[in-house]
């Protein structure tokens, strides 16, 4: 007569999978939560002119601000990719009709594969009006190290992690808190002005956890078999 007897090492190694992997399902559908709100507040941002204070700010806020570009002191973050190609983001202090000053990333800019020359830099010196939306610095992935400072006497200056407080320390002035990312069809810009609110979707994170639990089941089934046709053998 055939009985259920699933052995300890089987159970302990496949029950352990399946939760695992359960967990693992249950991370990816909370990030697809994540990333849905994100892009629900990309959506309803409202649009503002000037500069809001930076309490009453919050990423995604649209501005529209009418003002002036630094015209030498840029800062290019590397290490940035467009279309399969290396290249950096441009963020240049762009001073606005109220006398404040944010970093303004004007899109990408191809760099060589040897890093120099660095990439020129074109930059109206006249007053222009400018739209985009706010949020903070992006870099290329997790930093590792201390990075380093900047350099107050040479520009451009190509950085792997720039902040806001170590350009407004290279720069010698206060910055806003928050990065502008230029709008697509806006002056002053460069290639590259999508700025996603998300680089992964909702949907492809629900995928991922649907595979993960579909890996939780499998475990608990092949427990379940191995457990019947131990109890059928013996």
């Not at 806020?61 to 279309?83: C, I, P, Q, S, W």
């Not at 303004?104 to 006249?126: F, K, M, Q, Y």
Request: proline residues 9%; charged residues 20%; contains cysteine.
């Amino acid at each position: 007569m055939a009985r259920f007897r699933p052995s300890l090492s089987a159970t302990l190694l496949l029950l352990g999978l399946a939760a695992l992997f359960a967990a693992l399902g249950a991370w990816q559908w909370q990030r697809a939560a994540e990333k849905a709100a994100r892009m629900a507040d990309f959506g309803a941002a409202h649009t503002v002119t000037g500069l809001p204070a930076p309490a009453q700010a919050s990423e995604f806020t649209r501005v529209k601000l009418t003002g002036r570009f630094e015209t030498r002191r840029h800062v290019l973050a590397d290490n940035r990719v467009l279309d399969g190609r290396t290249g950096v983001h441009v963020y240049t202090p762009f001073t606005e009709s109220s006398g404040a000053t944010l970093l303004v990333n004007r899109g990408w800019l191809p760099l060589p594969a040897s890093r120099l020359p660095l990439p020129p830099v074109p930059t109206a010196e006249e007053e222009l009006a400018i739209s985009g939306r706010l949020g903070p610095i992006q870099g290329p992935g997790r930093q590792l190290g201390p990075a380093a400072e900047l350099d107050r006497q040479h520009w451009p200056q190509l950085v792997t992690y720039p902040s806001v407080e170590r350009v407004a320390a290279a720069l010698g002035s206060e910055l806003y808190p928050w990065v502008l990312y230029l709008d697509p069809d806006s002056a002053g810009g460069f290639g590259g002005r999508d700025w996603p609110p998300v680089y992964m979707t909702p949907q492809k994170h629900r995928a991922y956890a649907v595979q993960w639990y579909a890996l939780a089941l499998l475990g608990l089934v092949c427990w379940a078999v191995a457990g019947w046709r131990r109890g059928t053998e013996n």
